[in-house]
């Protein structure tokens, strides 16, 4: 029978993982994975002895957006290369959404252990910082760190920033600079995201394009734009239709952003308070060893 180490957080979305504890365990039993159970403590330091003496097959987390992301953090410090099984047990689960995992934990460990483990790219900020799923910063991106979660769960988190754009008349632009190893953008907008995936929140296949074996990832651009522009961006957004050909939409795709402003804008990373402007990121190809579900189709060449 294989070995794996689970990390999870107890206060991730419904507190499910520790109130069916026991359920899970025995998923994975009946799975022939014998796995040995951390409850994460907040902003807890792991020893990476832990996984690296323990002679685990398989590493998981399960958790929201930054608990996975910590444990990424953990394992890109110390090259370990083990297989990574995350289970998203938070909120909006941006990242296992995004490698095709839905449903809830227990359907996820059927469709993970049915799979196999491929190498994905991941998201460095400053040559140090993982991130998984998306970056954002601008308008109203700082007060998601404290927005109730049934709203963003219910609006998404894109949604939920642009809704606030539509209520606005007089909102106002900050500048921006980014650079790509093919060009430079020098624009004013009203907030902008990155992603690796192809879902941000409750919007599933929110990029078509995006693919996270590629080492590209997208940048969104929401430029300066009416109050009946932005009012008809936010309705495409939730309704989940394209909003490509909207005015102050603008999309760029590289493998390395930097990213600076004369205005001191705080990031949001993988949901959570990140570092301020200026940063930059750079796309890690096919680094993160993650287990996916049987027939994926995250990348278009594995």
Known sequence: MKKAILFYNPMSGQRFVPEHLDEILEHFYKKGVNVFA???EYHEKIDPEWIIQGNFDYVIAAGGD??????????YENDIEKPFIPL?????????????IDGDILDGIDSIMNGSAIKIDMGLINNT???????????????????????????????YYI?????LKNLTTFPVRI?????????????????????????????????????IMEL??????????????????????????????????????????????????????????????????KVLNVVLPYQSEICSQK
């Open 38 to 40: 951390n409850r994460l």
């Open 66 to 75: 930054g608990t996975l992301r910590s444990i990424a953090q953990l394992m």
């Open 88 to 100: 998203g047990a938070g909120t909006c689960n941006n990242f296992t959404t995004n490698i095709g």
């Open 129 to 159: 910082h993982v991130f998984l799923s998306s970056i954002a910063g601008g308008a109203f991106v700082d007060t998601a760190f404290s927005t109730d979660d049934n709203l963003k769960e219910t609006l998404g988190p894109l949604a």
């Open 163 to 167: 809704k606030p754009m539509t209520e």
């Open 179 to 215: 650079e790509t190893d093919y060009e430079v953008i020098e624009t004013d907008i009203y907030m902008f995201l990155i992603l690796s995936g192809k879902s941000v929140g409750t919007f599933t296949d929110f990029m078509d394009r995006a693919d996270l074996c590629d080492g």
């Open 220 to 285: 969104i651009l929401i430029e300066k734009a009416t109050p009946a522009e932005r009012a008809n961006l936010f309705l495409k957004i939730l309704k989940k239709e394209d909003f490509t050909n909207v005015p102050g939409i603008r999309f760029v795709q590289a493998a390395k952003f930097k990213l600076s402003s004369t205005k001191e804008i705080q990031l949001s990373v993988d949901g959570e308070a990140g570092p301020k402007l200026p940063v930059e990121i750079n796309v890690q190809n």
